[in-house]
């Protein structure tokens, strides 16, 4: 006896059930085996689906490191610029402390 596995009128497979005896199967057995199939299928779609929703959670989160490295980088070469914009300024009227704050920004 078969039976199909169905997921909104779409067959996604089938569940075979062998008896050594021919005819043995009822009407009962072939309801039971139906509900089996149904469960079955159900489980199958569900498990799909937790793999999809696993998957795009994965991307999200990449998305979302890749953002946030980003503004990371963003925001060093921002500040590079500024002391690089400032340090000459300062080395100009205060070697000393020119010097100073170029160890500060590099250590």
Request: charged content about 15%.
């Given at each position: 006896?078969?039976a199909?596995?169905?997921?909104?009128?779409?067959?996604?497979g089938?569940?075979g059930?062998?008896?050594?005896?021919?005819?043995?199967?009822?009407?009962?057995?072939?309801?039971?085996?139906?509900?089996?199939?149904?469960?079955?299928?159900?489980?199958?779609?569900?498990?799909?689906?937790?793999?999809?929703?696993?998957?795009?959670?994965?991307?999200?989160?990449?998305?979302r490191?890749?953002?946030?490295?980003?503004?990371?980088?963003?925001?060093?070469?921002?500040?590079?610029?500024?002391?690089?914009?400032?340090?000459?300024?300062?080395?100009?009227r205060?070697?000393?402390?020119?010097?100073?704050?170029?160890?500060t920004?590099?250590g």
């Amino acid at each position: 006896m078969w039976a199909p596995l169905a997921v909104k009128g779409r067959i996604i497979g089938g569940i075979g059930v062998a008896h050594a005896e021919p005819d043995s199967f009822t009407v009962h057995h072939a309801n039971l085996a139906l509900i089996v199939a149904n469960q079955a299928a159900i489980t199958l779609v569900n498990a799909q689906l937790y793999e999809q929703a696993q998957t795009l959670a994965t991307l999200e989160e990449r998305q979302r490191l890749a953002q946030n490295l980003h503004d990371a980088v963003n925001q060093s070469l921002f500040s590079a610029s500024l002391i690089a914009e400032v340090l000459p300024r300062l080395w100009e009227r205060n070697p000393d402390e020119g010097r100073q704050s170029l160890k500060t920004c590099a250590g």
